[in-house]
């Protein structure tokens, strides 16, 4: 690899990671999410033996995949007590709005569209675009069970961390609607033996 390729690498990772600090920064319950579940995201694509690229395009959505929070009302992101139906609406524009930030830097359209697609749900009533089944992008439903499972065993402003029994329940309950059942299950046999 030649040098100006390598320091062009770097500078994109380095401007990855700011870009995640930058959400991270103004929402204290999310430090280390996007960490987090890129390493969980990147665990089970080991145990499905993704291949190196798809393994590359993971890792770079699952550490992105909430970037567009930087254009939600903090009085919003920190609100302890139960969201409005717009307040729903505006939190739920979260995907598209990081489509929108990376799509100028961020040329892999699997890339964006796991970013766009991370709250899609197998049985259609996910957002924003209602996809269901085969058509919610492969690495989209690969995200979504770490990153729900993050969200579950760590403290939120309005609830604190569940144990790990309780989010594995969660979990097993959307099988099939919300979550890709053979990569859940993949999830859940692995996960205890991961260290984060």
């Known amino acids: 690899m030649r040098l100006d390729t390598i320091r ?3 500078t994109f990772a380095s401007a990855i990671t700011s870009l995640v600090r930058v959400v991270e920064e103004r929402d204290p319950y999310i430090a280390g999410h996007s960490r987090r579940v890129r390493a969980y995201a990147l ?5 499905l033996a993704l291949d190196r690229r798809q393994r590359r395009q993971l890792g770079l959505a699952a550490m992105l995949h909430d970037i567009g929070k930087v254009g939600i009302p903090d009085d919003i992101l920190h609100k302890p007590t139960r969201l409005t ?11 598209e ?17 796991a970013i766009r697609g991370h709250h899609e749900r ?10 269901a089944g085969e058509q919610v992008p492969l690495l989209a439903r690969l995200i979504a069970i ?9 403290a939120r402003a309005y609830r604190p ?6 989010a594995f329940a969660i979990l097993e ?6 979550f890709d059942p053979v990569f859940l299950h993949m999830f859940l046999r692995i996960v205890p033996s991961i260290a984060i």
Not at 161 to 166: D, G, N, S, Y
Request: charged residues 25%; hydrophobic residues 35%; contains cysteine.
């Open 43 to 47: 665990h089970l694509a080991d145990a």
């Open 85 to 95: 139906t717009e307040e729903q609406r505006i939190i739920r524009s979260h995907p």
């Open 122 to 131: 197998l049985d259609g009533s996910g957002y924003p675009d209602g996809l």
């Open 146 to 154: 770490p990153d729900c499972y993050d969200a579950l065993t760590s």
């Open 161 to 166: 961390a569940l144990p790990v029994r309780e």
């Open 97 to 113: 709005v990081g489509e929108r930030i990376l799509t100028p830097i961020v040329r892999s359209r699997a890339v964006l569209a």
């Open 8 to 10: 062009t690498a770097r």
């Open 173 to 178: 309950a959307g099988a099939g609607t919300q």
